[in-house]
C-alpha cells in the first residue's frame, strides 16, 4: 500500500502560507481577529515528533490495512495539536496539513460541515475527544493506539471520499507564475481580458504566440474549472501536470477553507 508522508517541509509551508494569509489579511482590514501571534517553530523536538509520528504509526499499525491511510494523516493532525510546536497557529497548521495529507493520498472530505472539522480540532487541543460528540467514532482494535487517535482516524474515514476529477482552486497571480516557469507568458488584465502566450522563435527571432484567453478583471480572483481545463488543453498539458506543485495546492486548501481557519484562529 502506497502511502504518502507528509515532510516536514510540507508542514513549514503549511505554517507559513497561513501565517501569509492572515497578516495580509491583518493588514488589508487593519482587524487585530486576523494578526498572529508568532510564526515559525518554538521547539523543532516537538516539531518533527509530531512528522515523525506517521512513520512510527506505519511501522506498528500495518495491521489496520486499508484504514491506515486514514490514521497516518490523523496523527499528524493529533501531533501537531498537542506538541503545540508554533509560537502560534497550531490548530489551523494541524488542519491544512491534514487536508494536505488526504488530499496527496487520494481523497478529501464530503459535504461535511466545517465547524465539525472547527470542533474536531477544539476538542483535540480541549483534550475533550473521549467524552465529545466525537466520542461515537471510538472502536477497539487488537493493537495499542491512542483513544484519540482511534476517533480522529475513524472520523475521517467516515467523512471522506475519493478526489475523483476535482481540480483544485487557484488564483490568475498563481497561474501567471506556474505559466512562466512552463516557458509561457501572461498578460494582463486588459479590457477585462489576460491573454496567455507561448514563447516562439521564427527565423531565429522570438515572439509571442497566444494560445488561450479568458475574463478576468483582477488578478486576485479564483479561475473557473472549466478555464483551467480549456487552458490546460490549449498548452498540451494535462491539469494535473500544470497544477502539480505543493504550494499552490496548499494556497487552493486554504482558499477553500479559508472561514474554518478564521474560525480556528480566534480559538
Given at each position: 500500500?502506497?502511502i ?11 505554517h507559513f ?6 497578516l495580509?489579511?491583518?493588514f488589508?482590514?487593519n482587524?487585530?481577529s ?6 515559525g ?14 512513520i ?13 491511510k486514514?490514521?497516518v ?45 472547527e ?14 460528540e466525537f ?18 482516524g ?23 507564475r ?14 477585462g481580458?489576460?491573454?496567455i ?17 479568458f ?21 498540451g ?15 487552493s ?15
Amino acid at each position: 500500500m502506497n502511502i504518502v508522508i507528509i515532510s516536514p517541509y510540507d508542514v513549514l509551508a503549511a505554517h507559513f502560507l497561513i501565517a501569509d494569509y492572515f497578516l495580509s489579511k491583518a493588514f488589508s482590514t487593519n482587524a487585530t481577529s486576523y494578526y498572529v501571534g508568532g510564526v515559525g517553530i518554538k521547539d523543532i523536538n516537538m516539531f518533527l515528533s509530531s512528522t515523525d509520528r506517521q512513520i512510527n504509526i506505519i511501522n506498528y499499525a500495518s495491521s489496520l490495512g486499508k484504514t491506515l491511510k486514514f490514521f497516518v494523516s490523523a496523527t499528524l493532525f493529533w501531533g501537531l495539536i498537542k506538541n503545540h510546536p508554533f509560537h502560534d497557529a497550531n490548530k489551523r497548521t494541524a488542519t491544512l496539513s491534514l487536508l494536505l495529507s488526504l488530499w496527496k493520498n487520494g481523497y478529501r472530505f464530503k459535504e461535511v460541515n466545517q465547524k465539525t472539522l472547527e470542533k474536531l480540532a477544539l476538542r483535540t487541543a480541549e483534550n475533550t475527544l473521549i467524552k465529545s460528540e466525537f466520542s461515537k467514532y471510538y472502536k477497539k482494535y487488537n493493537i495499542t493506539i491512542h483513544r484519540e487517535l482511534i476517533i480522529i482516524g475513524n472520523f475521517i474515514k467516515k467523512n471522506v471520499i475519493p478526489l475523483g476529477r476535482k481540480i483544485p482552486s487557484i488564483r490568475c497571480e498563481t497561474l501567471k507564475r506556474l505559466l512562466a516557469e512552463k516557458g509561457y507568458v501572461m498578460k494582463g488584465p486588459e479590457n477585462g481580458k489576460v491573454s496567455i502566450y507561448k514563447k516562439e522563435r521564427f527565423l531565429f527571432r522570438p515572439y509571442l504566440k497566444r494560445v488561450y484567453q479568458f475574463k478576468c478583471i483582477d488578478m486576485h480572483r479564483e479561475i473557473s474549472k472549466r478555464v483551467i481545463k480549456e487552458i490546460s488543453k490549449a498548452i498540451g498539458l494535462s491539469v494535473n501536470a500544470l497544477l502539480s506543485e505543493d504550494i499552490l495546492l496548499l494556497e487552493s486548501l486554504i482558499g477553500d477553507y479559508k472561514m474554518l481557519l478564521e474560525r480556528l484562529a480566534n480559538k
